[in-house]
């Protein structure tokens, strides 16, 4: 069965560095997601992307946040001056055809800022 | 805005046994919900969905029952078993609405399988 892949599974980065997290997701799905999940706590949503570009986000994907589509595979996350709030579980989604049916979700990317 | 939340935070049952986890909803637009199961260290996989025009929807091993009077859902599995040891959590919001954002996750129950 196809499926979204991440990496890496571990990105351990010190406050204010960048980092980027990456996704493949399945191929003939349209619309890419980044979510993440802070310990504990709900998946909450960051940003969704399509056709190129951005289709949504919500207010936690703020400035120092980014999405790419470098090429036809693969889907980036950039944080560009990681916070220790930052630490999280990330998770790469896609779907289909359309952004409210059911997600498809990658294994996801531990981030541990110190 | 919507909320998405769970009766209880953990729930240990036999091998064997089944297993009821509950859910409640806010928003009364919401016509679409599933059922993930994320295992430690894992991403959510999805178990099943249910759209508002159904009460009932079953899969292999599983059921899930919506009560939309009172806003409320709940997933049951049937004869557990050690796999089915995970973070089990829906998620609800209003399908056809070109947006992901809508869609709202519940924090989750931990189920323990017993043996």
């Known amino acids: 069965e196809p499926e979204v892949t991440q990496t890496p599974s571990h990105q351990v980065t010190q406050m204010g560095q960048e980092v980027i997290l990456r996704c493949v997701p399945i191929?003939?799905?349209?619309?890419f997601y980044w979510y993440r999940q802070i310990l504990g706590q709900k998946v909450e949503f960051l940003v969704s992307?399509?056709?190129?570009?951005?289709?949504?986000k919500s207010e936690i994907f703020d400035d120092q946040f980014s999405v790419e589509r470098p090429d036809g595979s693969n889907f980036t996350l950039k944080i560009r001056s990681t916070k220790l709030e930052d630490s999280a579980m990330y998770f790469c989604?896609?779907?289909?055809?359309?952004?409210?049916?059911?997600?498809?979700f990658g294994s996801g990317t531990q981030l541990s800022v110190l | 805005g919507e909320s998405v939340g769970l009766h209880l935070p953990t729930l240990s049952v036999q091998e064997g046994d089944n297993s009821i986890i509950n859910c409640a909803y806010s928003?009364?637009?919401?016509?679409?919900f599933i059922w993930y199961k994320q295992e430690s260290g894992k991403g959510p996989q999805f178990i099943i969905d249910i759209r508002s025009n159904m009460d009932k929807r079953q899969g292999q091993r599983v059921t899930v029952l919506l009560n939309k009077t009172v806003k409320h859902l709940s997933l049951q599995i049937a004869a557990t078993q050690p796999g089915d040891s995970a973070v089990y959590f829906c998620a609800g919001g209003v399908e056809n609405s070109g947006s992901a954002r809508q869609l709202t996750f519940g924090s989750g129950t931990q189920l323990t399988v017993l043996p």
């Open positions: 928003n009364s637009a919401s016509d679409y």
């Open positions: 992307f399509y056709n190129n570009e951005i289709s949504e």
């Open positions: 989604a896609s779907t289909p055809r359309a952004p409210s049916e059911k997600l498809f």
């Open positions: 191929s003939n799905h349209l619309y």
